[in-house]
């Protein structure tokens, strides 16, 4: 089964300028989270969609958006980038948000590796 | 936000020690996952517990979930040089806004 896959790995935008990253999750996973991460913050929680909704969401500002497909892949966007903004951006995918068995069990895509200028 | 706290930043072992890092929260969790950290690479998850005691092993790890739900740890027996990397314990809760949060992470290096 093929894994978690994100494209663009690497990206370089200048500020103001916006971008969308994408995600293919696992075959059959429903649940996509994204996550920032930098070194001073480590991994931070962006917001998770199950079935084209977003059900839970971090504390990023609202230039941080995203979406779901009806076949799950998920985007997001980030819109008038900020320096501060460069980081590698992971998302992550589980079977069911939080009802499964195997609750919590996500696994994450390679990442995207954001550099604004 | 809330994160897990993982100290230290930082450790170095010599090929073939043993090596526990723990992983604790003021708050309790109702899964413990362990994940590996390669340079340029997402993380992969190592261990998944989801009992307050359960004892599980993958290889040469084992980790176990805390009695009291709020700490977890892991153990590395034999290590080797592929073990370097930087090791990240994640708490998840079930409830209306369940997320996994994580720790800042330990950075294992080993020397040969």
Redesign the interface.
């Known amino acids: 089964k093929a894994g ?1 896959t ?1 494209t663009p790995r690497y990206l370089i935008k200048t500020r103001g300028q916006q971008v969308t990253l994408s995600c293919s999750p696992i075959s059959g996973h429903r649940s996509v ?1 994204w996550y920032q991460q930098t070194p001073g913050q ?4 962006l917001f ?1 969609y199950f079935s084209e909704t977003q059900r ?1 969401k ?2 990023f500002p609202g230039r941080f958006s995203g979406r779901q497909f009806s076949n799950s892949r998920s985007e997001m966007n980030v819109s008038t980038l900020e320096l501060g903004d460069s980081a590698l951006y ?1 998302c ?1 995918s589980s079977l069911e ?3 499964s ?11 995207t ?1 954001l550099t604004v200028l | ?1 809330q ?1 897990l706290n993982q100290s230290p930043q930082s450790m170095f072992i010599q090929e073939g020690e043993d090596v526990s890092m723990n992983c604790t929260s003021s708050s309790i969790f ?2 413990w ?1 362990w ?1 590996k950290q390669d340079p ?6 190592l261990i ?1 517990l ?1 009992k307050a005691g359960e004892l599980t092993s993958n290889g040469r790890l084992t980790a176990q979930f805390g009695i009291t739900r709020k700490d977890s740890f892991l153990n590395i027996s034999a290590s080797i040089p592929s073990d370097v990397g930087i090791y ?1 314990c ?1 708490g ?1 809760i ?2 209306a ?9 330990i950075t294992l290096s080993v020397r040969p």
């Open positions: 978690v994100q989270s480590g991994l931070q929680f998770e839970n971090g504390n992971l992550a948000g939080s009802t068995g195997r609750r919590g069990e996500q696994f994450f895509g390679p990442g590796r | 936000g994160q109702n899964t996952l994940y340029g690479e997402g993380p992969v998850l998944a989801y990240f994640a998840f079930t409830g806004n369940s997320k996994l949060t994580f720790g800042k992470g």
